[in-house]
């Protein structure tokens, strides 16, 4: 499998630190859902804290992962969801300890909630392995 990182010079750079697309030759596809900060037992993980909550929701992620032969190298799309704008600077601390760049295509949105009012941030992602 590889991966490709896409940034033609007739495409504006990110305003970010990802990369603007990927492809991906060989490999099976695996779909995470959006993953929040609860842990195994549903129990919320850092009420108020976004790092708290980003570091449980990248441990779900690296889980869910592992589950499917996957580990953070293999991920090649991710969507984040958080509910405070000023969130995403303390995000990016957080995941810069789960992933390297490049990073992969990122979404991030600003939305006015999420399903659980203590949910500050969730993540889905792309992967693809051998």
Same mark, same amino acid.
């Given at each position: 499998?590889?991966?490709?990182?896409?940034?033609?010079?007739?495409?504006?750079?990110?305003?970010?630190?990802?990369?603007?697309?990927?492809?991906?030759?060989?490999?099976?596809?695996? =779909?995470?859902?959006?993953? =929040?900060? +609860?842990?195994?037992?549903?129990?919320?993980?850092?009420?108020?804290?976004?790092?708290?909550?980003?570091?449980?929701?990248?441990?779900?992620?690296?889980?869910?992962?592992? +589950?499917?032969?996957? +580990?953070?190298?293999? =991920?090649?799309?991710?969507?984040?969801?958080?509910?405070?704008?000023?969130?995403?600077?303390?995000?990016?601390?957080?995941?810069?300890?789960?992933?390297?760049?490049?990073?992969?295509?990122?979404?991030?949105? =600003?939305?006015?909630?999420?399903?659980?009012?203590?949910?500050?941030?969730?993540?889905?992602?792309?992967?693809?392995?051998?």
């Amino acid at each position: 499998m590889e991966m490709i990182y896409l940034q033609p010079a007739n495409v504006p750079r990110p305003a970010g630190d990802y990369s603007q697309g990927v492809k991906v030759k060989g490999g099976t596809l695996v =779909v995470i859902a959006g993953q =929040v900060a +609860s842990d195994v037992q549903g129990n919320l993980v850092g009420k108020g804290d976004i790092r708290a909550q980003t570091r449980q929701v990248f441990e779900n992620l690296r889980n869910m992962l592992a +589950s499917s032969g996957a +580990s953070f190298k293999d =991920v090649m799309k991710l969507g984040i969801f958080l509910k405070n704008p000023e969130d995403f600077p303390a995000f990016r601390e957080v995941r810069a300890q789960y992933l390297t760049p490049p990073f992969p295509p990122t979404t991030t949105l =600003v939305v006015k909630s999420l399903a659980r009012e203590e949910w500050l941030v969730e993540v889905e992602a792309m992967a693809v392995v051998d």
